[in-house]
């Protein structure tokens, strides 16, 4: 199946069942759109946050050499830059969840170690791990989070031409392919790409019981 037990926003599709509706699928995807603005809003809070934190320090000449700062700055960058070569997909989608995750990887990181700095009222060795763990945290937000909802927005985006041929093609091979697709035609849209890859696993799955048979 398309659909992972570790990602609730991806459509779950089974070639033995009844295809999303059109009204279904617009309920779903209506639930991703406010989950991503969710998303993005907690994003930039996160960055108002950090900066709002990090201007006070630094006015306080608390960070005066804006060490703390760069060194935010930096592992920032190189932990965005680590999830978003973590992350499989197009480069569209590598390019944007790097943004974000250098983004709140910094905030994240400013925010939690600037805090900490005014709380405490000086610069201490600590305050760098902090920040190092602030930023792994938000980039695991980012790893899990994030990606699933932009994973589940796929998901529910119509297939592309030569998706749509791969689709066409195994329903001629297979009466229960060929049942699932009349169904989206009645259904009165195009496939989604959960279900091009649904089909994919399923030809794979018959193909590996095939092998075991002979």
């Not at 998303?39 to 804006?66: E, W």
């Amino acid at each position: 199946m398309f659909d992972s037990k570790d990602n609730q926003y991806s459509v779950f599709v089974d070639i033995a069942d009844e295809p999303l509706s059109k009204e279904e699928l617009a309920h779903k995807k209506q639930n991703l759109k406010s989950t991503y603005i969710s998303n993005l809003s907690f994003i930039f809070a996160i960055f108002v946050l950090g900066t709002a934190v990090t201007y006070r320090a630094i006015m306080l000449n608390y960070d005066k050499d804006l060490e703390l700062f760069n060194i935010s700055i930096y592992i920032g960058l190189w932990f965005g830059l680590f999830t978003g070569v973590m992350i499989d997909g197009d480069a569209k989608r590598k390019l944007q969840l790097v943004v974000v995750a250098i983004l709140i990887s910094a905030s994240a990181g400013l925010f939690a170690s600037m805090l900490v700095m005014l709380i405490v009222g000086h610069a201490t060795v600590w305050i760098t791990s902090i920040n190092i763990l602030a930023s792994a945290l938000a980039c695991m937000w980012v790893l899990t989070r994030y990606d699933e909802v932009l994973k589940g927005i796929e998901s529910t985006c119509p297939v592309d031409k030569k998706q749509f041929a791969y689709i066409r093609k195994a329903s001629s091979y297979f009466d229960e392919l060929y049942a699932y697709s009349e169904k989206i035609i009645e259904a009165d849209r195009m496939p989604l790409t959960s279900e091009y890859w649904a089909y994919r696993e399923w030809v794979k799955t018959k193909a590996k019981l095939n092998q075991l048979r002979k």
